[in-house]
């Protein structure tokens, strides 16, 4: 290894010229344990469960038994569990500390959603088992759907989409769907999208075909109304737009934009990834939204599990609520239904545009953000909206004047810094981050939004308390003055007491290795 | 080189006889940090200057080069697709892309010369 | 309210340091129009207690599979899960970490992705796999897609083994993202499906599914070679990842993406999510491929590490060029399926996979011996298909209100078709004692009398 980093300078103790740091035999740094991919445990022999071998049966496989080695390795049931509980040791979470990622919503997940999503009722309920049977679990599926229409003031609600990406291809392939329903699908190939919005926003749209036309901000972090009013045309099909959007601000001319965006005859998609800054406050059908998809793992607590699963349910306006994909769930009389073809669609008065998944969608997020806004009710919801505007509000004033805001507050429910106050210092936004894991945080959202240089977005949520925060404010403001120190290595080489040095992302994209190989020499903990 | 010239997305071009060798600016490679990955179109191909000629990536970034001349792609740097940080080691020389027979060489004139693009380059930062 | 932190004094000291007089004013770029004073119209916060209370009456509406003779399949199936999973996959630092962007301080997390990539490629046979799609079916649309970039082509042929819920993803896809299709009807078991035939220059893959939907299990090899002569690839698709302790795996036979559907290891049922889609492919497309990546490297003190890499192909940073508009994975579905299988071992999958088997088997020839009742299948490992001299549905219904619940009627996922009507596809895992396969027996005989 050259010893240098992808930004091209030191980043090894020895080769930075930082002090010596004594080593262990073991790699081992007291509670801070190495440990070998499960495959370099390999026991022939040991097996983590008990089964007999069966008996009495003829196969019928034809001809296709499995011949080869598989190749996997044989632990016990205490080396197994060792080996993950080892492997979480190396991790941060919210549980431990606070979690400040913008756009991420990083807030407390409560256990009472945990143990509830595990009820038999519901954890070991099949899809595809016969509707009678089933009658609490789509009784969960549509009291969840009366919340989130009510939240969001909006008429319909998709539930299967899995993820909030998955959530944004079915609101615009519902918005496909009524354009071409209109005769206007040759027509209408353009869709139009902030020069702030998250990456899905355009790849999604691209997967549908659609042009993708960037909107240009007004330079204070909202869009361009003017900007938007020219590009908008007989071929424009939609426009997608966070708000609050990803600078953390609200848009004030939603209601203008969402006017001119109508008057045009294309809709509004609504990326509700900030949902959490405005519910119970504020209602995007009344911003005139057409669909909007909810990251039930963000505004409503289902855990981030290490990157998912999410959920991405979406709530549609009138216009739009006839295009709703299949399956979904209907109410008479006290007994569920769940139309899954398309002549009980018809039959309904609903012309879906197809099936987004296999199944229902996530019933297991489902039951954990239906616990999660029971908890709250329709007051602390608000609540919930308030405290994390107000917790990122105070953020913004106590650090604008040693940080460089980007713009002006009142922010919403995250404060969006720029590197200009890292300027001369010889530390860049990346350093600046990786010397907070030092101090025992985990950095804010970095580089996002692209329309700000070298962005630092944090996101503190409501579920910090006020000591956590001032503590976290003034560890920022520690280390702000110390980019004006002398001790630059304290940001260029940090982290220097994480489980990891900082790792060599340029050697791995340009020689990826992608799984272990048997023959691959153990080179575990040094 | 007087021979070279240079577009406003960061690509040059070096004409000898009626092929044009084509790359990415210095400037560009360390705008792009270490290079992980290359692209490179397949020969035969014909491009119209402007067109998608090849891509190149960083760990956090991913750029299309464009053909600054119209062409027909005669040879391409294979030797990048197995040592891509050879872009960054030589943009100028051995990091060239590929190299075009060219259609139309009155399309030169309209790039910028060396002392045309650095003037650009130091109105950027 | 329990999970707020601030109390009424912080929030006056907190707006206090802002300079504003109330919380109001931090909302004041909201246009007037959309401010709502009010609370909506639902309830009121719950204690714990309450929330608990409420929702296990819900749960307790529904039958639950463990406490029913078991046999329903197509797509998602009951195992036993080792009670260490749930508790690990329970920690903290697992369950409350985001996507692991900061390598620095989530090695857990990347080191178990790369455990399951590993895993998920030795298991189908591939060279490479991802770090897990949201599910089997819309790993499957994904799966077509990058065949059709793969190829540069835009026709997909789907087979009629391919559950019907898949191919209705994929049909989304086609109508969307503007490909064409060739969806073969339904194959019975034991009939011979003639799609080599449907395979042309233009063809930019196959979608073959083993075992079948009907449960059948069919070489792929010949596809293989067919697909691979027109310059098309074969996409496998594996519902029901246990089998592959038995079976030969996609990749032996030919296949060039294998997707599938994780649930089987690790997961429960979730009324049908989330689950965890499985990606795996040859190395030479793996530029080509949806989804996160994770791969290995060192770290600046030259200890070995793993970060997320190829990025350039996500949407993040390539976004409307990208090869997928994913963001998310399956995580916690993912650390559930590879702790399961460490548990399991060599030994274990492969005589799990066993078990399975032999338990499939002995139900069918238990069920073939009802009057009114022929298993179809000649070869297949836990499932398979029972023609019913009576609409399959109507049986599955009286089964359920005699506690048993036998299976899935073809005519739930296959509308339309009358000559699936009579048809039901049932499962049997390790679950299944013989007691269960008495009390099926005796109830599927006790209705095939009444409907007769």
């Given at each position: 290894m050259s010893g240098m980093n992808k930004q091209g300078r030191p980043t090894s103790f020895a080769e930075s010229g930082a002090g010596a740091e004594r080593t262990t035999f073991t790699g081992n740094k007291g509670l801070?344990?190495?440990?070998?991919?499960?495959?370099?445990?390999?026991?022939?022999?040991?097996?983590?469960?008990?089964?007999?071998?069966?008996?009495?049966?003829?196969?019928?496989?034809?001809?296709?038994?499995?011949?080869?080695?598989?190749?996997?390795?044989?632990?016990?049931?205490?080396?197994?569990?060792?080996?993950?509980?080892?492997?979480?040791s190396k991790n941060y979470s919210i549980d431990a500390g606070l979690y400040p990622l913008g756009s991420?919503?990083?807030?407390?997940?409560?256990?009472?959603?945990?143990?509830?999503?595990?009820?038999?009722?519901?954890?070991?309920?099949?899809?595809?088992?016969?509707?009678?049977?089933?009658?609490?679990?789509?009784?969960?599926?549509?009291?969840?759907a009366h919340w989130l229409k009510t939240l969001t003031g909006l008429p319909a609600v998709a539930m299967s989409p899995k993820a909030g990406a998955h959530g944004e291809l079915c609101g615009m392939m519902a918005i496909r769907a009524a354009i071409e329903a209109k005769g206007e699908g040759e027509q209408r190939r353009r869709v139009l999208v902030p020069e702030s919005a998250h990456g899905t926003n355009p790849a999604t749209a691209a997967l549908l075909g659609y042009k993708v036309d960037t909107i240009n901000g007004d330079g204070n972090g909202r869009v361009d109304l003017e900007a938007l009013r020219e590009k908008l045309g007989p071929d424009v099909a939609a426009i997608m737009l966070t708000n609050p959007n990803t600078c953390g601000l609200f848009e004030r001319d939603i209601i203008e934009i969402a006017k001119a965006v109508h008057e045009a005859g294309a809709y509004f998609y609504c990326d509700g990834a900030n949902f959490n800054a405005i519910v119970g406050r504020v209602r995007p059908g009344d911003l005139g939204v057409d669909a909007m998809h909810i990251n039930l793992h963000k505004t409503f607590s289902t855990p981030h599990g290490g990157g998912g699963p999410g959920a991405g349910p979406v709530v549609f306006s009138e216009a739009l609520a006839p295009f709703v994909p299949l399956p979904y769930v209907v109410q008479k009389d006290g007994v569920y239904d769940l139309i899954e073809t398309e002549d009980e669609a018809k039959a309904d008065g609903t012309t879906p545009f197809g099936r987004m998944t296999a199944f229902h969608g996530q019933m297991g997020m489902f039951v954990r953000a239906l616990a999660y806004m029971m908890s709250h009710g329709s007051d602390g919801l608000r609540q919930v909206a308030e405290d994390s505007v107000l917790n990122a509000n105070y953020v913004l004033a106590s650090l604008k004047d040693v940080m460089?805001?980007?713009?002006?507050?009142?922010?919403?429910?995250?404060?969006?810094?720029?590197?200009?106050f890292l300027k001369g210092t010889g530390v860049e936004t990346l350093d600046f981050a990786k010397a907070m894991i030092d101090e025992g945080y985990h950095p804010m959202t970095m580089y996002f939004p692209l329309v700000v240089h070298g962005a630092l977005l944090i996101e503190p949520t409501e579920t910090e308390s006020k000591q956590g925060i001032d503590l976290f404010i003034a560890t920022l403001r520690d280390l702000v003055a110390a980019t004006g120190s002398n001790d630059k290595e304290r940001f260029t080489g940090a982290p220097h007491f994480a489980p990891r040095g900082r790792l060599d992302e340029t050697a791995a994209a340009r020689k990826p290795i992608l799984r272990w190989q048997p023959e691959m020499p153990a080179q575990a903990a040094d | 080189m007087s021979d070279i010239r240079f577009t406003d997305q960061h690509e040059w071009v070096r004409v000898e006889g009626d092929v044009a060798t084509i790359g990415i600016s210095n400037y560009a490679q360390e705008q792009l940090g270490d290079v992980v990955f290359v692209e490179l179109p397949e020969t035969g191909k014909t491009l119209a200057a402007g067109d998608e000629a090849a891509v190149v990536e960083s760990v956090k970034a991913a750029s299309e080069v464009y053909a600054p001349v119209s062409g027909e792609v005669v040879e391409v740097n294979g030797a990048l697709e197995d040592e891509p940080g050879g872009v960054?080691?030589?943009?100028?020389?051995?990091?060239?892309?590929?190299?075009?027979?060219?259609?139309?060489?009155?399309e030169l004139d309209k790039l910028m010369d060396e002392a045309a693009y650095k003037e650009f380059c130091d109105g950027l930062d | 309210m329990r999970y707020l932190p601030l109390t009424d004094t912080d929030r006056q000291e907190m707006l206090g340091v802002i300079g504003a007089k109330s919380v109001d004013e931090l909302f004041r770029d909201v246009p007037e129009a959309a401010r709502r004073d009010g609370l909506v119209d639902l309830p009121k916060r719950q204690g714990e207690l309450?929330?608990?209370?409420?929702?296990?009456?819900?749960?307790?509406?529904?039958v639950a599979a463990g406490d029913v003779p078991f046999f329903v399949g197509a797509g998602a199936y009951r195992h036993h899960v080792p009670a260490s999973v749930d508790h690990l996959i329970q920690r903290s630092e697992f369950l409350t970490s985001y996507t692991p962007y900061q390598p620095e301080v989530t090695q857990g997390t990347l080191q178990y992705l790369f455990e399951f990539q590993t895993q998920v490629a030795m298991l189908t046979g591939m060279e490479v796999a991802n770090a897990s799609m949201y599910d089997g079916s819309t790993a499957c649309g994904e799966a077509v897609l990058m065949a059709n970039r793969v190829t540069k082509r835009k026709k997909a042929v789907l087979s009629g083994t391919l559950h019907p819920q898949y191919a209705g993803v994929v049909h989304n896809l086609a109508e969307f993202a503007d490909f064409a299709l060739e969806t073969m009807p339904p194959v019975m078991p034991g009939a011979a499906e003639d799609i080599i035939s449907r395979i042309t220059d233009e063809t930019s893959c196959v979608v073959v599914q083993t075992p079948g939907f009907f449960g059948e299990l069919a070489d792929l090899t010949p596809i293989a070679e067919a697909a691979h002569a027109k310059g098309a690839l074969l996409v496998a698709v594996v519902p029901e990842i246990v089998s592959l302790g038995l079976v030969t795996p996609p990749g032996d036979m030919g296949a060039d993406i294998v997707v599938g559907e994780g649930q089987s290891l690790g997961n429960g049922l979730n009324f049908g999510g989330p689950y965890v889609g499985l990606f795996a492919t040859k190395q030479k497309y793996l530029r080509q491929m949806p989804g996160r990546l994770c791969g290995e490297t060192l770290d600046s003190d030259g200890k070995r590490g793993f970060v997320l890499t190829l990025s350039t192909r996500e949407q993040h940073i390539r976004r409307e060029k990208a090869t997928s508009n994913i963001c998310t994975n399956s995580g916690l579905c993912c650390l559930a399926f590879t702790i399961h299988l460490s548990l399991l071992g060599e030994e274990g999958y492969t005589r799990l996979a066993r078990i399975n088997h032999a338990n499939a088997v002995k139900l069918a020839e238990k069920l073939d011996a009802i009057d009114g009742v022929d298993v179809l299948n000649e070869a297949f490992f836990n499932e398979f298909t029972l023609r019913l001299q009576a609409p399959a549905k109507k049986v599955v219904d009286a089964l359920a209100d005699k506690g048993v619940l036998g299976g899935v009627p073809a005519s739930r996922l296959i509308h339309g078709d009358p000559s699936v009507e009579k048809l039901l596809v049932v499962a049997s895992?390790?679950?299944?004692?013989?007691?269960?396969?008495?009390?099926?027996?005796?109830?599927?005989?006790?209705?095939?009398?009444?409907?007769?």
């Open positions: 801070e344990l190495e440990e070998p991919l499960i495959f370099e445990r390999d026991t022939p022999g040991a097996c983590g469960v008990d089964f007999d071998e069966p008996e009495g049966y003829q196969p019928k496989l034809g001809k296709l038994e499995r011949k080869d080695r598989i190749g996997l390795p044989g632990l016990s049931e205490p080396e197994v569990v060792r080996h993950f509980v080892r492997l979480s991420c919503t990083m807030k407390h997940n409560p256990r009472i959603n945990e143990k509830m999503a595990r009820l038999p009722g519901f954890g070991d309920v099949h899809p595809l088992q016969p509707e009678q049977t089933v009658q609490g679990a789509m009784e969960l599926i549509d009291t969840l460089s805001a980007s713009y002006e507050g009142p922010c919403m429910h995250e404060a969006l810094f720029d590197d200009r | 960054n080691e030589d943009a100028m020389g051995n990091g060239w892309f590929v190299k075009l027979k060219l259609s139309d060489t009155s | 309450e929330v608990e209370r409420a929702l296990s009456k819900m749960a307790a509406k529904n895992t390790e679950i299944n004692t013989d007691a269960d396969r008495d009390a099926y027996a005796q109830a599927l005989a006790e209705t095939m009398k009444e409907v007769l």
